[in-house]
């Protein structure tokens, strides 16, 4: 499946909104509140959509409930979990897992991380440094036993490396195409990060110096999984599954695909912009850039573990070292956008201190999306899963909704 470009405009808009928020310090709404947050979504102006974070512009408009807004946007199923002091203070379901269909959304429904799959690939490399079989600052040559990173002048004085590759600067390409496939001949990932038949995107390659700028990259992620699985000899699959599904109990994630029978039973198909259902299977072996199907309480547990290493309080998954490293800034995110965002080791940064958040935002063609925010040190955070192309906008009004409920300031205005 191709993957869509992740950072869409809307998706720029709500990292600008809720970095706003960040910097003030503002708390959550309590655990409570998930009725009046369904409920108090309104329709943004979407020639200035950062209006919809000023108490007088939502002051002007009248409230609708989360069902009309999903009906508005053609989104037939949303799933989230809110986070609150270090657990899950409650996870709510709505509407169904394909159009036309009775099948609801419910706890055991399953739905695409897309790029938020990162966070868990990042997190894999991380428990294997601490067990010394891989090191954030090696050639990853060393371990490639199927094919290489070409080298060449760009390489000479800085070769690729985990740090680079989780980080987007290793300068590796971003194939113009994405990585679309031929389900009928689906490609291995050596084929993918190859650019070889059956694979049909262009492989991965150096555009420029290692360490010289930040480029986002899927096909690098996914020469972080080679790297994974040559390294260990193990498939990405057993991988996650021996060092964090079954350690956090994340009983509603799986990588492998096609779906089999039991998990498409429980997938919310995606949708595109219309609401149409497009049931297309994703890349059956290289999926660590985008490849999770997951719960929203899955993708919680993980983000919880996260913040309880870094705040020392666990090592379940990583030590405090690990997940201060994961979250510190390497890099700024794409500066030109004029947004405060930094780049970790596989997540997005937002703020500093105790405004430090985590996050990453996800698509998948034609209509799957995630969102996942935490922070470190509060022990707060959401995440949010759709089925639907226009769920980014969706997830624009969620989280205006919370904004307002949380009385936080005029966002509009910074």
């Not at 997951?294 to 998954?317: F, H």
Request: hydrophobic share 45%; aromatic share 6%; glycine share 10%.
């Amino acid at each position: 499946m191709k993957k869509r470009a992740t950072h869409t405009a809307i998706t720029f808009l709500i990292l600008v909104a809720v970095s706003a928020w960040l910097t003030a310090g503002q708390q959550q709404p309590a655990a409570g509140d998930a009725r009046a947050i369904e409920c108090g979504l309104v329709a943004p102006d979407f020639k200035a959509p950062l209006r919809l974070f000023s108490p007088d512009y939502y002051a002007s408009m009248k409230p609708a409930c989360l069902q009309e807004r999903m009906t508005f946007y053609n989104v037939p199923g949303v799933t989230m979990a809110l986070i609150d002091v270090n657990a899950i203070a409650w996870s709510k379901t709505y509407g169904v897992l394909e159009a036309g269909t009775t099948r609801a959304v419910t706890a055991d429904s399953v739905f695409e991380a897309a790029s938020a799959t990162k966070v868990l690939t990042t997190v894999l490399v991380l428990r294997l440094v601490e067990r010394g079989v891989l090191d954030l600052d090696r050639d990853v040559n060393t371990y490639l036993k199927s094919w290489q990173v070409p080298a060449g002048p760009l390489t000479a004085a800085q070769p690729v490396t985990l740090r680079l590759l989780l980080t987007h600067r290793a300068g590796i390409n971003r194939p113009d195409k994405g990585l679309p496939f031929d389900a009928a001949h689906p490609p291995t990932l050596g084929d993918v990060v190859a650019g070889r038949a059956p694979a049909t995107n262009q492989g991965a390659v150096v555009e420029r110096a290692p360490g010289s700028g930040h480029s986002y990259s899927n096909i690098g992620f996914l020469v972080v999984q080679l790297v994974l699985e040559e390294a260990t000899g193990k498939k990405y699959e057993q991988l996650a599954s021996e060092l964090v599904f079954k350690p956090l109990g994340m009983t509603s994630s799986t990588l492998g695909h096609p779906l089999a029978a039991d998990w498409r039973a429980r997938w919310g198909v995606p949708h595109d912009e219309k609401g149409v259902a497009r049931a297309r299977n994703q890349m059956p072996d290289a999926v660590a850039h985008g490849g999770l199907v997951t719960s929203a309480s899955d993708m919680a547990r993980l983000a919880i573990e996260i913040g309880l290493a870094y705040q020392g309080r666990s090592t379940r998954l990583l030590s405090k070292r690990s997940a201060e490293l994961m979250l510190t800034r390497e890099a700024e995110f794409n500066a030109g956008f004029g947004l405060p965002l930094g780049q970790g080791l596989g997540v997005m940064l937002l703020g500093e201190g105790r405004t430090l958040h985590f996050l990453h935002p996800g698509g998948n063609d034609p209509g799957a999306n995630c969102w996942v925010i935490m922070s470190p040190v509060t022990g707060k955070g959401a995440v949010i899963m759709t089925n639907a192309a226009a769920g980014e906008a969706l997830m624009l009004e969620v989280l205006a909704s919370i904004a307002h409920l949380g009385a936080w300031p005029d966002l509009s205005r910074r």
